[in-house]
């Protein structure tokens, strides 16, 4: 089954938010309540998703 959730952020670091995501996720696995997750977070810069890894408040791969 597919869910398709939508969040809005308050004024948060995209860091933060990334890492709130990717914990959720972790829990949701954790629990056995899941197999698989992925997000993607739209910025003014791009998008983010659980893949990308910050260095110094900036994507770096």
């Given amino acids: 089954m597919k869910a398709i959730v939508e969040i809005e952020f308050k004024d948060l670091p995209v860091e933060r ?10 829990t949701l696995k954790t629990l056995e309540m899941i197999d698989e997750g992925k997000f993607q977070i739209f910025t003014p810069d791009g998008v ?11 994507v770096v791969a």
Avoid: G
């Avoid at 709130?20 to 996720?25: D, G, K, V």
């Avoid at 983010?48 to 900036?58: M, Q």
């Fill in 17 to 26: 938010i990334q890492q709130i995501l990717i914990e959720m996720l972790s």
């Fill in 48 to 58: 983010v998703t659980e893949k990308c890894i910050f260095e110094e408040n900036k």
